[in-house]
Structures are given as structure tokens and as C-alpha cells.
């Protein structure tokens, strides 16, 4: 199988840590061995809930950073996303962004003002910080204030929008650009399919309802009708190496260059040995 626009435009290839379905010592395995397996970032999800209870974690993502740090050696490590207002004051996640970046050196608009607080502990260059958009408005706000965007669609157009307001701003426009494609690989599609659908159900809500739900209960409500079908619209399932790649490119094709994957369900090694033998080897 040959597919020579993969060759052609660098596209690199991450993986996602869902601390939403993983205990934080199997995530720091998974990202070791993800490592191993030849992947160049890893992005953890940051939330005080999971979606479902039955995904069951939600580590607390500034911790698991600090031993990620000492479990990797070349792995570019960062949050995706974290929230710097309501939920933990934006001093102290600034304190522990500092930190972990001196963790981990060379591996990583506006501003909230805090009165008398120095940060001490810090590293030599600030670590870069992405901004996660869904919309124009907050595609625009990346581009003004951040130094790279994240998105969980392919859509060109936020893409467009955050490279224009980057040049706007006289920030290059030519910065990092992240997007999350969510599959559910298994030894068939129907095993797949169900996995992906026990565990990820709220893949299947859109617009403000898969955003504004306050408790792992009312997404669970919410996806009470959720069918396997539906699922496989949102979720890439099953273990044909051609629908993964599509996905990547998709990905690629509107303006991303760093795709990071979320294998849904605990068959986190499988995932990996498949991806090992038949998609990362086109990106390498």
C-alpha cells in the first residue's frame, strides 16, 4: 500500500493519553510506550470528571505530568487541554506548567495579572502554550494569543482562521497546529464498534451539549439512545490500516501538521503494535 502524500508533507504523529479511562501508572506506561513504539507527542486530557462513569478516571493531570517527565526521555509531552480559570487558578497552573517544563527541558495574548507572585522554579525558555478552538471566534482568540492551536475536527477553515489572525498578529502564522482523531482499533469492526461504543458513547453528541453537561450522569442521559452506527460515524473503528490513514490525512488535508490519536478502550498495546506495523511507518 502506497500513499505518497503521506511521504511528501511532514506530518507528525501523536498519541493521546485519556485520563479519562486509564489510572495514571498505566498512563505513564502507555506513554513510555508509546515512545518506544515511535510516536513524537503525547497530549493528555485534563477534566475533574470523566465523561461516563464508566470510563471510571480523572487523574489529576499536573501529577501525572511530573512522572511522565521522568518516565520519557525524548517524548514531546504537553496538556490537551487544560482549563486556566474557575476550576484551578491560572497562578497555579502557571506555577505547574513552569515546573514540568523544567521536568522535561527542550521537550516542550492575554494575560491574567496576579499581584506579588514570583514564580521561582522555573525553566530557561517558557514552554509553549496551544490553544483549543471548536469555533471561529475562538480560532481567531488562538491565533491572536497563542503559539499553536488544537482542535478535534478537520475543519479548514479554523485552520484558516487561526494562521490569519497569527500573521495579523505578526506572529508568523506558521505555527503548530494539533488535531485529535479518536479511533477504536480491535481485532475486528464489530468488536470494535461495541468497545468503542461502551466506552466513548458522548462521541456521538455535538455542539453545546457534548461541552456543557456538568456531570459524568447527564452524559450518560444524554447517550442513553446512542447507537453502535452512530458511533461509527464519529469513531474510526476497526483494524483496516486504510481507514486510520484516511483519517490522519483528512486531518492533514485541512491544515494540521500534528495529529495525536485516542484509542478508545483499554487495549491500549494492541493499538500500538498496530499502528507500529501499519501507520507510523508512512510517517516516518
Request: proline fraction near 7%; charge should be negative.
Amino acid at each position: 500500500m502506497s500513499r505518497p502524500g503521506a511521504m511528501q508533507r511532514r506530518v507528525q504523529l501523536g498519541y493521546a493519553l485519556s485520563s479519562e479511562e486509564h489510572p495514571p501508572l498505566d498512563l505513564v506506561a502507555y506513554a513510555k510506550q508509546a515512545e518506544d513504539t515511535g510516536f513524537e507527542f503525547a497530549l493528555i486530557s485534563d477534566h475533574y470528571h470523566p465523561w461516563t462513569s464508566r470510563q471510571g478516571q480523572s487523574s489529576f493531570v499536573w501529577s501525572v505530568l511530573g512522572a511522565l517527565a521522568t518516565n520519557t526521555s525524548r517524548l514531546q509531552i504537553g496538556t490537551g487541554v487544560t482549563c486556566p480559570s474557575v476550576r484551578t487558578h491560572p497562578a497555579v497552573v502557571a506555577q505547574a506548567s513552569a515546573t514540568v517544563a523544567t521536568l522535561m527541558p527542550g521537550r516542550r495574548g492575554e494575560h491574567y495579572t496576579v499581584e506579588n507572585a514570583t514564580l521561582y522554579t522555573r525553566p530557561d525558555e517558557p514552554p509553549p502554550f496551544m490553544v483549543a478552538a471548536s469555533g471561529e471566534q475562538a480560532a481567531e482568540l488562538a491565533g491572536r494569543t497563542g503559539d499553536g492551536f488544537i482542535s478535534t475536527a478537520p475543519v479548514a477553515s479554523l485552520v484558516d482562521t487561526f494562521a490569519k489572525a497569527q500573521s495579523a498578529a505578526g506572529r508568523g502564522g506558521d505555527a503548530p497546529r494539533y488535531g485529535q482523531l479518536t479511533v477504536c482499533w480491535a481485532a475486528d469492526e464489530a468488536a470494535a464498534r461495541k468497545i468503542a461504543l461502551e466506552w466513548w458513547p458522548n462521541s456521538a453528541l455535538h455542539g453545546e451539549l457534548s461541552v456543557e453537561l456538568p456531570v459524568p450522569a447527564h452524559y450518560e442521559q444524554a447517550t442513553v439512545d446512542v447507537t453502535e452506527d452512530m458511533i461509527a460515524r464519529s469513531i474510526i473503528c476497526g483494524p483496516d490500516p486504510e481507514r486510520h490513514l484516511e483519517g490522519i490525512e483528512e486531518f492533514a488535508d485541512a491544515g494540521f501538521d500534528h495529529v495525536y490519536v485516542h484509542q478508545v478502550g483499554p487495549d491500549q498495546e494492541g493499538f500500538m503494535r498496530f499502528y507500529d506495523e501499519h501507520v507510523l511507518p508512512h510517517y516516518r
